[in-house]
């Protein structure tokens, strides 16, 4: 607490607010309750109502919340063996266009520029890994905690090297990554301009493009077997 120099703040819920914003604009990652709570002189309770006001905001970082340390809901395994990447990829079409929609209604500054800053694959980056970012980044930036639950569910099962989604779609090729980045891109720049016509839209198209080379990718084997 030695970087954070002690103040007296009133009770009132805006004004908790208003004080741990500005300590956020200061850089650097919060202190914890406890430390943070002593260093404006509030009650933990009043805290954490501010805090949670925060998260609801999306301002603040969610809490991560403590799950069962098994990778897959109990009934993953049924559903690897019966699932294909086609089946997830129809799923992820009735599901991702609608959250694309709401995140542009509901995203916050820090959620928005979370999805922009997504949205273009760094060098040497792991090209799966900066797309199920960019996905659940608008995911969170819907705020619809069941259907972040599905997503998560479902791109689980996507991972799973039986159903091989992961391996299938995640492109390689450096073309291929460029050409995905600008499908995010797009989706990233209506959700910042709040259209969610455009954002749905943009994210259709998107998952379109990848069911079609999932397709040809699948066909091509066929016919190489």
Same mark, same amino acid.
């Given at each position: 607490m030695s970087a954070f120099e002690p103040q007296v703040v009133s009770s009132d819920l805006d004004d908790i607010i208003a004080a741990v914003r500005q300590l956020q604009q200061?850089?650097?990652?919060?202190?914890? *309750?406890?430390?943070l709570a002593e260093h404006l002189n509030v009650k933990r309770h009043q805290l954490?109502?501010?805090l949670e006001m925060l998260r609801q905001s999306g301002d603040l970082k969610p809490t991560r919340a403590r799950r069962a340390p098994t990778a897959l809901p109990r009934y993953g395994e049924e559903l690897v063996r019966v699932t294909n990447p086609i089946e997830v990829l129809e799923l992820r079409l009735l599901m991702e266009p609608g959250l694309a929609r709401l995140a542009s209604l509901r995203a916050?500054?820090? *959620?928005?520029a979370r999805i922009i800053d997504a949205a273009t694959t760094p060098e040497n980056a792991s090209s799966g890994a900066v797309d199920f970012a960019f996905h659940s980044a608008i995911v969170a930036a819907a705020r619809n905690h069941l259907a972040a639950e599905f997503y998560k569910m479902l791109r689980q099962v996507g991972v799973d090297a039986r159903v091989k989604v992961a391996r299938t779609a995640a492109p390689t090729c450096p073309k291929r990554i460029a050409e995905r980045?600008?499908?995010?891109?797009l989706i990233a720049e209506a959700i910042s301009k709040r259209d969610p016509e455009a954002a749905e839209a943009a994210m259709r198209a998107h998952l379109l493009s990848v069911q079609r080379r999932i397709t040809e990718r699948s066909n091509a084997g066929a016919f190489a077997a």
């Open positions: 200061g850089g650097g990652k919060l202190p914890s *309750e406890r430390d954490r109502k501010a916050s500054s820090f *959620e928005t980045d600008g499908e995010h891109r």
